[in-house]
């Protein structure tokens, strides 16, 4: 475990969650948590006035979350507002009422000015965050970026100054219908991201041994 | 399966996949084959001449694309431009050089207009359709909105005109080291969204059987 900062989250009005409050969460390391587990991100941007949108593979390194380079971050220009989204599904809420269905999950989201890294041993670090993030194990079994990659790869980093987290658990809501004498099944439906199985590059012989690092079927 | 209007996707220049043209997909059903499989949507807006990205539950029913209210929907004022970006992660890429690391995935990204439905008919049935598609079933099982929580529930609609559709698929792209002499191995990590157990709602006798719509465990 390393040091948490102590700075709460969400320390401006724009940022404090407004609908079901009581689903915040304002611990730093939650942040953290999330960011982590995730394994996309939905990077947004204002483009000629209006909004836009794209998935992104991301990865927190202390305070700064760094996204991959996408058709966004090449055309982005430098300083811009951002807001990078990560959301974790983990179920679904099945309830007496349409009313009361719902999803339980974990969300933050990172408000703030996107930056693109320039310097070449912080673009290193941020890449080699992304593969571990992503593949653990594969930033040491696979080859590091040469120049040229190194060149042709745009990495965006934001910090993690602005930033909110929002998670919904537990039953359904409208357990109180059963006193009221509705019998019928409520509940949830939990659900994960799995490991369906692993398929070896075809270009290998077929019995290459799959290293220990790559996780396996559940 | 109903019939699939003939209009192509991207109409619109701003629309066009600039990056990665090749997984470019130009068919209206594979929009929607993304729009209905994808649990959680992503909507961004522009506020205050920022982007705020947002998760929140969808369903399509026809062309057009709905969204539960959320806090954004409930802020929303009415004809406002908004997009729409949702993302199935398929697998991870293991390459052999970090620069080759990618995702298998699919993702839709739905530009236009957000409009806030209004007329109690048309929510009523893009509720329905909301319930239908993240707990297939509970459209019957459940009840549907009194007029008090339909006048609660606010809904928005956007229309599927402007929208494009970006898949990756198969084996890392750097296969061409095997034949160089690289016997690292490489290859695809599948993933999917799996159930991971049921729970039945505390307030209920524990032995309430579980109606057979609820998906189990795989």
Redesign the interface.
């Known amino acids: 475990m390393t040091a948490v900062p102590t700075t709460p989250l969400s320390p401006t009005d724009?940022s404090r969650?407004?609908?079901h409050r009581d689903r915040q969460r304002s611990d730093r390391a939650e942040l953290h948590a999330v960011l982590d587990e995730a394994?996309?991100a939905?990077?947004?941007?204002?483009?000629?006035?209006?909004?836009?949108?794209?998935?992104t593979?991301h990865a927190r390194v202390g305070e700064t979350l760094y996204l991959h380079g996408?058709?966004a971050a090449?055309?982005l220009r430098g300083d811009e507002?951002?807001?990078?989204?990560v959301?974790i599904?983990d179920?679904?809420v099945?309830?007496?009422?349409?009313?009361t269905?719902s999803?339980n999950?974990r969300?933050a989201?990172v408000?703030g000015h996107a930056r693109v890294v320039v310097d070449p041993e912080e673009a290193l670090a941020a890449?080699?965050a992304?593969?571990a993030h992503?593949?653990p194990g594969?930033?040491d079994?696979?080859?590091?970026?040469?120049r040229k990659?190194l060149a042709?790869?745009a990495v965006l980093a934001v910090d993690l100054a602005e930033a909110s987290v929002k998670a919904r658990g537990g039953?359904?809501g409208d357990?109180?219908?059963?006193?009221a004498g509705d019998?019928?099944?409520?509940?949830?439906?939990?659900?994960?991201?799995?490991?369906?199985?692993?398929?070896?590059?075809?270009?290998?012989p077929a019995d290459?041994?799959?290293?220990r690092h790559?996780?396996r079927e559940?």
């Open positions: 724009r969650v407004r609908r394994l996309v939905h990077l947004g941007r204002v483009v000629d006035g209006e909004p836009v949108v794209l998935p593979l996408s058709r090449a055309s507002p951002v807001c990078v989204t959301t599904l179920g679904l099945y309830a007496r009422r349409w009313f269905h999803a999950y969300s989201v408000r890449l080699r992304l593969v992503v593949a594969q930033e079994h696979a080859e590091p970026p040469s990659e042709a790869t039953p359904p357990g109180d219908a059963v006193a019998p019928r099944w409520a509940g949830v439906v939990g659900l994960a991201t799995r490991v369906t199985g692993v398929s070896t590059c075809p270009a290998l290459t041994p799959v290293p790559v996780p559940a």
